[in-house]
């Protein structure tokens, strides 16, 4: 070798030492962003010298850094304060940061930048995690906070279903982690219904929106409530207890960070609210879940997320007696019931779900999604009703005072049902994100199978004044005294079926969205179409198949003006291809050519954002217009609906909503809404009737307070009134000839608590709330003022007139409960 070459070769040794050194001196930083809620940010910069990158959707972020060596992490975002940590990592080591960024407000005139202007935009209202726990309400959770919303109604305490802007419970989405879920087929009551899918104690945020929402959302006509659950950072527990049930859930990372989980678990009794109904009732409810969400990191361009559920309901019902007064104070009325026989319902459902994250560069995230649904249920049940209307004794000083005297309707009803339903659904489904600069892209395409089977067996015989009342059909003529009545006895009402239904859909999306400017204005708008068919088939079913396409579009601007004001306009053509119950008539008989329900949905708002009382508030308002076509009537009965299966309606629906929220206390968030609504809809050319959910007028208040003195002791009312909705009509009767409505509804649910740790106390080791990062007791009182609201009406007959009263069914009255919550 010659000699010369020596010293290249030593130098290019030691070169190649020094560089392997250098490559091997790395160490990882990973973890997740909190704001002072302990909620994920997104779109965080993460810079350590010339590095740096952002933290995805779920707040998550990973870094290599050089080892042996003091480093500066510095994490940024329009909306937080900068944060600043110092780091020295040994070679190869995998070091958790999760740091916490405080909220900042940045004045730019008078034009305030904060976190939730992105969903603004979109038209996209965010409830607080904390808010929804908080909050009284006989069905606390997500959709109790939901009801204080404008354009959300609902009549029934007992239910976490409600309808958005003259929609029914079917018009909703719902999302948890982006995985659409379900709730059961068969329930006709609220006190049946048992717990929401959603667990409170699980969530981490909530996004709701009440129309015009964008192209990758399903294929519903009101609403979108799109759920996220935590990935956690570190070890939490917390328990709830009161008179109607309660909660347990833990969550924790392991050692390595790479695995993360929640579980939570629930049990509910609605006896305390049953029990002040107007029915004497032996009640034995039995309502009890448990959820779990877990994710698994296996690198950090890929995750592994779980979401399960099983939750077991049961429902036994025993009525005894009931009183109804009803009437006017010049013509008081009284319907006085004896019931024998029971009722016996389950529900069963499970649900699991797998989905996976890959995000090969920055820009670009793939998620895969399999889901599967299996819900068992039966609703059985003999009942006896032995009745008698009649006269009250309105005389204060008789000792009869209050009953019933002079009767002017007596019979009985008999009603009977062994309905039974198994149905399993499940998907598969893939989506993507891409983002460049203000440019983003996404797209999803998904396959689902439904398979029910479906058995209803219900009848109801009335008697009247020892007669027994037969449908009013044609062609039945009584020829009684000059010829005997031969006809055989039948029910009143009979329903008898037995379907088994396959539905095979297969969905697509894509959208565009861009931020950008318009002179000095910022403007941001998003396009996009979605498109379905689906495939309805099953024993004795002629095949169906049809397809609908849904383009959608939505443009916000923000001008460059002294004031904060943001306006946006959305809109599109909105589809609902039928699920199983919209395409089973009232008599059971599916119809697999029912088309898909069709809306063209304009929606337009403002926000403006301002101080008042050197305090940050939002004036929210929106208009929107829906024009119907193809429509599917349907009548409720408490929270049951029954279509026709037919599409012989068209409909309308247009309204303001109003909503201002804001520090009306300092620390804390309130608002007040207030929503105008009309809808109506034309069956078989006959003209415009009421919608059953054609509520006018409503109005709700979401306050909370302390004592000054005393700010551990804190207030929450939570208070809705809403317009009547229409009644319904009797069994066979004409629609068009029952246009009356139910009473006004008029609720107020107060809670009082004391607070005695929270985030922004710290107690030294020893002292027994040292280990609680939350404690608090206190009581609630549910429908404070005791007003009597009614959610339906059930129909007697006058055996002298032959008049159909309208008699109220009422809801739950006052009711106080206790309530305990600690976490760790």
Same mark, same amino acid.
């Given at each position: 070798m010659p000699r010369k070459l020596i010293p290249a070769l030593l130098g290019l040794f030691f070169s190649l030492i020094c560089i392997h050194a250098a490559w091997a001196q790395s160490a990882t930083i990973r973890g997740v962003v909190l704001d002072d809620d302990d909620n994920p940010i997104p779109d965080v910069n993460i810079n350590v010298e010339a590095d740096g990158t952002q933290t995805n959707e779920n707040g998550f972020y990973e870094i290599a850094v050089t080892a042996e060596r003091q480093l500066t992490v510095i994490f940024s975002h329009i909306s937080h304060k900068n944060v600043s940590v110092s780091v020295r990592l040994n070679d190869g080591e995998d070091f958790e940061l999760n740091p916490v960024m405080s909220t900042q407000v940045e004045q730019i005139g008078e034009v305030v930048v904060t976190a939730n202007r992105r969903k603004a935009v979109q038209g996209i209202t965010n409830i607080s995690p904390r808010t929804i726990r908080l909050i009284p309400g006989a069905n606390a959770g997500v959709e109790n906070l939901l009801k204080s919303l404008p354009g959300v109604s609902?009549?029934?305490?007992?239910?976490?279903?409600?309808?958005?802007? +003259?929609?029914? &419970?079917?018009? %909703?989405?719902?999302? *948890? /982690?982006?995985?659409?879920?379900?709730?059961? $087929?068969?329930? @006709?009551?609220?006190?049946?219904?048992?717990?929401?899918?959603?667990?409170?104690?699980?969530?981490?945020?909530?996004?709701?929106?009440?129309?015009?929402?964008?192209?990758?959302?399903?294929?519903?006509?009101?609403?979108?409530?799109?759920?996220?659950?935590?990935?956690?950072?570190?070890?939490?527990?917390?328990?709830?207890?009161?008179?109607?049930?309660?909660?347990?859930?833990?969550?924790?990372?392991?050692?390595?960070?790479?695995?993360?989980?929640?579980? +939570?678990?629930? &049990?509910?009794? %609605?006896?305390?609210? *049953? /029990?002040?109904?107007?029915?004497?009732?032996? $009640?034995?409810? @039995?309502?009890?879940?448990?959820?779990?969400?877990?994710?698994?990191?296996?690198?950090?361009?890929?995750?592994?997320?779980?979401?399960?559920?099983?939750?077991?309901?049961?429902?036994?019902?025993?009525?005894?007696?009931?009183?109804?007064?009803?009437?006017?104070?010049?013509?008081?009325?009284?319907?006085?019931?004896?019931y024998e026989g029971q009722e016996e319902d389950q529900f069963n459902t499970?649900?699991?779900?797998?989905?996976?994250?890959?995000?090969?560069?920055?820009?670009?995230?793939?998620?895969?999604?399999?889901?599967?649904?299996?819900?068992?249920?039966?609703?059985? $049940?003999?009942?006896?009703?032995?009745?008698?209307?009649?006269?009250?004794?309105?005389?204060?000083?008789?000792?009869?005072?209050?009953?019933?005297?002079?009767?002017e309707g007596i019979g009985s009803q008999l009603t009977h049902a062994r309905n039974d339903l198994d149905a399993l659904i499940f998907s598969a489904a893939h989506k993507g994100t891409w983002t460049k600069d203000e440019h983003q892209i996404d797209w999803g395409v998904r396959y689902r199978r439904e398979d029910i089977r479906d058995r209803i067996v219900e009848w109801e015989v009335i008697d009247s004044a020892g007669f027994s009342i037969r449908p009013p059909f044609p062609g039945l003529g009584n020829p009684q005294p000059e010829a005997p009545f031969t006809a055989p006895l039948v029910p009143f009402q009979s329903v008898r079926a037995r379907n088994n239904v396959v539905i095979d859909r297969v969905t697509g999306y894509g959208q565009y969205s861009r931020k950008t400017l318009w002179g000095n204005s910022e403007i941001w708008y998003n396009v996009g179409v979605r498109a379905q068919n689906w495939n309805?088939?099953?024993?004795?079913?002629?095949?169906?198949?049809?397809?609908?396409?849904?383009?959608?579009?939505?443009?916000?601007?923000?001008?460059?003006?002294?004031?904060?004001?943001?306006?946006?306009?959305?809109?599109?053509?909105?589809?609902?291809?039928?699920?199983?119950?919209?395409?089973?008539?009232?008599?059971?008989?599916?119809?697999?050519?029912?088309?898909?329900?069709?809306?063209?949905?304009?929606?337009?708002?403002?926000?403006?954002?301002?101080?008042?009382?050197?305090?940050?508030?939002?004036?929210?308002?929106?208009?929107?217009?829906?024009?119907?076509?193809?429509?599917?009537?349907?009548?409720?009965?408490?929270?049951?609906?029954?279509?026709?299966?037919?599409?012989?309606?068209?409909?309308?629906?247009?309204?303001?909503?109003?909503?201002?929220?804001?520090?009306?206390?300092?620390?804390?968030?309130?608002?007040?809404?207030?929503?105008?609504?009309?809808?109506?809809?034309?069956?078989?050319n006959r003209g415009d009737i009421p919608r059953p959910t054609d509520q006018r007028l409503k109005f709700a208040m979401l306050f909370q307070d302390y004592v000054p003195r005393i700010p551990d002791l804190k207030m929450y009312l939570n208070l809705v009134y809403n317009t009547g909705v229409p009644g319904g009509s009797p069994s066979y009767a004409d629609p068009y000839q029952f246009q009356n409505r139910l009473p006004d509804y008029r609720r107020a649910d107060l809670g009082v608590s004391y607070v005695f740790a929270d985030g922004k106390k710290s107690y030294p080791k020893g002292h027994w709330l040292h280990r609680f990062k939350e404690l608090s007791a206190g009581v609630e009182i549910f429908n404070i003022f005791d007003n009597v609201n009614s959610i339906t009406n059930i129909w007697v007959r006058d055996v002298y007139t032959q008049r159909q009263f309208a008699v109220p069914n009422f809801m739950t009255r006052r009711v106080f409960n206790v309530k305990l919550a600690a976490r760790f």
């Open positions: 609902s009549n029934n305490e007992l239910s976490t279903q409600y309808s958005v802007r +003259g929609g029914n &419970y079917d018009e %909703n989405l719902v999302y *948890v /982690n982006e995985i659409e879920v379900y709730r059961p $087929f068969l329930i @006709r009551s609220g006190q049946q219904e048992g717990l929401s899918f959603i667990n409170p104690d699980l969530v981490q945020n909530v996004d709701f929106s009440a129309g015009g929402f964008q192209a990758k959302y399903g294929d519903k006509l009101s609403s979108v409530l799109d759920i996220t659950y935590k990935n956690p950072v570190g070890f939490g527990a917390g328990l709830e207890a009161s008179l109607l049930g309660g909660s347990i859930y833990a969550e924790g990372v392991s050692p390595n960070g790479k695995l993360s989980g929640i579980v +939570g678990a629930r &049990y509910r009794d %609605n006896s305390l609210l *049953v /029990n002040s109904q107007q029915t004497e009732t032996n $009640f034995r409810p @039995r309502f009890i879940d448990a959820q779990t969400y877990l994710t698994y990191r296996f690198s950090s361009k890929f995750h592994l997320n779980l979401l399960g559920n099983i939750a077991l309901n049961k429902y036994d019902h025993v009525p005894l007696t009931r009183q109804t007064n009803f009437g006017t104070i010049a013509d008081p009325q009284a319907l006085l019931i004896f499970y649900f699991g779900a797998f989905k996976a994250n890959y995000f090969p560069t920055e820009n670009l995230n793939f998620r895969f999604i399999g889901s599967a649904f299996h819900t068992t249920e039966q609703e059985h $049940f003999d009942i006896l009703a032995q009745y008698r209307l009649g006269e009250v004794n309105t005389n204060i000083g008789d000792e009869n005072f209050g009953e019933v005297e002079f009767t309805v088939s099953g024993d004795g079913l002629e095949s169906s198949s049809q397809t609908v396409f849904s383009p959608r579009a939505q443009f916000a601007i923000k001008p460059d003006w002294k004031r904060d004001m943001l306006f946006r306009i959305s809109g599109g053509l909105y589809h609902q291809p039928p699920f199983y119950r919209e395409l089973r008539d009232s008599l059971g008989t599916v119809r697999p050519n029912v088309k898909a329900q069709q809306s063209v949905h304009i929606v337009a708002g403002n926000d403006y954002s301002f101080q008042l009382w050197k305090r940050p508030f939002k004036l929210t308002s929106e208009i929107y217009y829906k024009n119907l076509t193809d429509v599917n009537p349907y009548t409720i009965e408490n929270v049951r609906i029954r279509y026709r299966a037919r599409n012989n309606a068209t409909a309308y629906a247009y309204g303001l909503d109003m909503r201002l929220n804001g520090e009306f206390v300092p620390g804390t968030e309130s608002w007040i809404s207030f929503g105008y609504l009309k809808t109506e809809e034309n069956i078989d």
